[in-house]
Structure formats: C-alpha cells, structure tokens
C-alpha cells in the first residue's frame, strides 16, 4: 500500500472548503446572480504572455488523428460569450489549470470563482465583493489605488516614473533580472515592496492599475493626465486574492491586444497561442457594460483557516 | 560556462552572482496572477559569508559557481600559508590565511578537513566537528571537584584557549568540539 495515500488537506479543512462553497452558492443566490459551468476544454487558448496552457489531446470516434485542446487558465472567454448572448449577471466555481505555476501560493490546478455582474463598474463589483467578504470573517475592508501604495512603501508615483528610475530602485532591491520592460519592473517592485503590507488587517482592494497593465480591463485618461487601466486586485495578508476588471467590451482593440501578446511571446521566444475567435464575435456583437473578477478560492480558504500553503486546503 | 535555469533552483544550488560565488539557502516562487514570474531567492556569499535577497525572472539562466566540497589531509603551516593534501591523488591545496578564518587554531596535523574549493582554490576549510588536543598550561586542578562547575582557561597545544572544569590538570588531553569551541571530555591514554 502506498505510505501517503492521504489528501494533504484535514477533514477540518475539507468542512470549512465545503461551507465556503455553500456559502458563495447562497450569497450569489440572493443577488441573483446564476451559476454556470463552461467547459474546461478548448482550441482556443490564452495569449497573456505570463500564463502558460496546459494542453490535451483527444481522439474524435473514428478520427485518425488527434485533436489537440487547451484546458482553460479561466472561464473568462467562455463566461464573455454567455454574457454577449444575454445571459445577464453570472458566475462559475470551477478548476482552471495553469502550467508552470508551483509553489507555496501556487498550484498547477485551482479553483476558481469568477463572476460578473452586468451595468456594474469596478467599484461597485469590489462593494459586492466587500459584502462576501463581510459574511465570511472580515467585517470591514480597505480601498486604494495602486499609486498611493506605490507612494507609500516606495516612495514614488508609479504612473509618472522614468524608465531609469524603476530600474535603479528594482535593481536596489535586489532585482537581478538584467534589463526588463516597464511592467516587469512594476510587477517586482510591487510584489516586493507594496504587496507584502496589504491586507495584514482588513482585506485591501488595489484599484487603477498601471495601463501597460490593463490585461482585459478597460483604460481611462485619469484626471491627473495619465491613462490607468479600470482593474483591481484583492488582497489579504499579502496575498493577492482576487483579480477584477471593468470588463473591455471594444473587439478591435481586444484583437490588438491578443496579438500584441502573441508578438511579445514570439519575442520571447514562447508558443504562440490560438487567438479566440469566438470571443471576439461575441464582442463584436456586443458584450454588455459589465464587471468581472476571478477570486483564487484555495488562498481564500488558506486566509479563512490560516493555512500555511496552498496544498494544506486541496483535497 | 555552465548555466542553471531558475527553474534547476534549489537548497544549495551554487551561482555566480557580481563575480562572487554564491550558494542558495532559500528559493521562492512568486508570481502576480497577471504578471512576470519571479524566484525570489536568499543566497549566502560564499566568499563574504553574507546573506542576500536577489529576485530573478522565472525562466532565466544564471551562470553556475564551480564550487565544489572536498575531504582534505592537513599537513602543516608555515604561518603564512596552510598545506592539505587530497590522499587520492596526493596533490597538494594551499589556503591561506583568511580562508583558514579559525579551522587553524584546532590543527596539529593529519586531521581530515572539509574544504571548499572554488575553481580549484580553497574558499574555506572546516575543521572536524571534535579534536584532541593536550593541554600546555592551566592553572592546578582542584582534586575531586567534579560537581561545582566552575570553569578554568586552558591554553593547548595549538595555541588556542578554551574554558575546562576546574578539575581538569596540565598535560591531560582533552576533546573540543570546534563548532562551539567547548570542552567536551578527558581523553584517558
């Protein structure tokens, strides 16, 4: 028999994932908001040059040759077209998988609550957020924009910085990754000075993001005459938690944005993904104003019970 | 050159790092949901004994520190420079002083030593954990105090002084564990 056949995750443990899941089920419930579930398999995948597919491949009956899948990194494309098709306000409980992602705070495979909330914008989507949130263990929660963390713990404005600036405070910090574009700076400062401060009391949502990191998110001119992308991100005892957009409803410059991707993936010399065209006909033919998060539901649960890593919440 | 991914990142794992070979002791994985991925990694100078925080993108190669850890014979000193001999091949590695740090002051000859060799030359040497070595000059002992635990300066035949039981007489010899410096036995003939 093998020694450790046992989950890595307590029956104590399996209760509170167990409840967690009702008590999302009949939170979106009593906001009428309905529960779908898209498939995990698909041709298409994602371009976003730091998340990498896992692939699958299957054979048809009677076919001679294999059909090779993706399975999704996020429900995201598929939710966007129920919502294109008039479904109105949706979420998903659902694993998504991502390669090359192991560690304390990461799995291969995750579960994941994604959910959107149609007419809403960011701030109004966090306010729900705050309510399951508040229904859950944390009575009270915190907003700020990524600059005034920026300012805050390092001590510029991210949005106006030189190039220059970035990489010298990156590299006094112990970056040793050599030369790096805007958002990889953004990306290490951030982590290793700003994100590790957030949420150590009341969970903190992060709002208007740089805008070379918009990712799906729309961009706005911001009143002090930079654009920002209308994104946000969750986080609790610093660990980001959840990911959230006023959703990008322009199929032109989502198609732009892809293959911009898939260029920056070529330049490094990555797989280059299949853009999907679903998708973008069902942004074509129009995607209502809406809002949408995905919430990383084994780090809720890892805040909910205190647990150490990732592995000690997956059954 | 040799390289490693960040990917071949573990405990222990030697890198170049600003021209200084370094060891890990501690590798993270971090990364934004939407952004670069990152090892975020605690290595110790090997040369400098100090402790740094470095972050590299995921992915990337760093050039690998040819350092390696050996058993060495200790052969003699001529106050300068220390001579070990691999009893293998009978060739002969010199280190000097600063690399010695304190391994020498517990040496007397044909002790086994742990030598680290970067390139070659020693980066630094580890005595055995525990050594016998005689005792040149202490106070007298006190007969029969074996309970009362005090404690004395012993200066042995290294040179080194360490602190023993107030028993303990001249010329005895005793074992020391080098790691704490203490007085662990008498050692009967």
């Given amino acids: ?315 | 050159m040799t390289t490693y991914s960040t990917n071949e990142f573990r405990n222990g794992l030697k890198l170049m790092l600003d021209g200084d070979p370094c060891s890990i002791i501690d590798n993270e994985f971090v990364k934004p949901g939407k952004g670069q991925a990152f090892n975020r990694v605690k290595i110790r100078n090997l040369k400098t004994g100090r402790v740094l925080e470095k972050t590299y993108k995921s992915g990337e190669s760093v050039e690998a520190a040819d350092v390696v850890g050996i058993e060495l014979q200790y052969l003699y000193n001529d106050g300068e420079m220390w001579y070990f001999m691999d009893t293998s091949s009978y060739e002969q590695v010199v280190a000097d002083k600063t690399t010695m740090d304190d391994a020498g002051q517990w040496l007397t000859g044909e002790e086994v030593c742990e030598v680290t060799l970067w390139n070659g030359v020693p980066l630094s040497v580890l005595p055995p954990n525990f050594v016998e070595l005689k005792i040149t000059e202490t106070d007298p002992g006190l007969k029969g105090d074996t309970a009362t635990g005090g404690a004395k300066p012993a200066t042995l035949e290294t040179g080194v002084i360490v602190k023993v039981p107030l028993f303990v007489e001249q010329d005895e010899i005793i074992k020391v564990d080098t790691r704490t410096a203490q007085y662990v036995s008498r050692v009967k003939d």
């Avoid at chain 1, 809406?290 to 890593?309: E, H, Q, W």
Wanted: proline fraction near 5%; glycine fraction near 8%.
């Fill in chain 1, 1 to 315: 028999m093998k020694e450790n056949w046992r989950p890595s995750c307590t029956n104590e443990t399996l209760k509170a994932r167990a409840d967690l899941f009702g008590q999302i089920r009949a939170f979106m419930a009593g906001n009428g908001v309905m529960e779908v579930d898209t498939p995990a398999l698909s041709p298409y995948a994602n371009t976003d040059p730091h998340i990498e597919s896992v692939t699958a491949s299957l054979r048809l009956p009677g076919a001679n040759d294999k059909l090779s899948l993706y399975l999704h990194t996020s429900p995201e494309f598929a939710m966007k077209r129920l919502l294109a098709n008039g479904s109105g306000s949706i979420y998903q409980i659902c694993k998504v998988f991502r390669s090359e992602e192991f560690g304390n705070l990461h799995h291969f495979e995750f579960s994941m609550l994604e959910w959107y909330r149609t007419g809403f914008g960011q701030h109004e989507l966090m306010d729900e957020i705050a309510v399951l949130l508040r229904r859950l263990q944390w009575p009270e929660t915190e907003r700020r924009s990524y600059r005034s963390g920026f300012e805050e713990y390092l001590g510029f404005n991210p949005h106006a910085a030189e190039p220059g600036r970035l990489s010298a405070k990156a590299e006094d910090l112990g970056f040793a990754g050599g030369p790096a574009d805007e958002s990889t700076l953004l990306d290490f400062l951030f982590n290793h000075s700003v994100a590790p401060n957030l949420g150590v009391y009341n969970p903190v949502f992060v709002y208007d993001y740089p805008a070379c990191q918009a990712a799906l998110a729309r961009v706005r001119e911001g009143d002090e005459g930079y654009p920002v992308a209308e994104r946000f991100e969750l986080f609790i005892s610093g660990m980001e938690i959840a990911n959230g957009f006023y959703e990008l409803t322009d199929a032109d410059e989502q198609r732009d944005r892809f293959k911009r991707e898939n260029r920056l993936r070529q330049a490094r010399g990555l797989t280059e993904m299949p853009i999907d065209e679903t998708l973008l006909g069902a942004l074509e033919h129009g995607l209502p104003d809406c809002a949408g998060v995905a919430l990383g539901l084994d780090r809720l649960l890892m805040a909910l019970t205190r647990a150490s890593s990732i592995n000690k919440v997956r059954p």
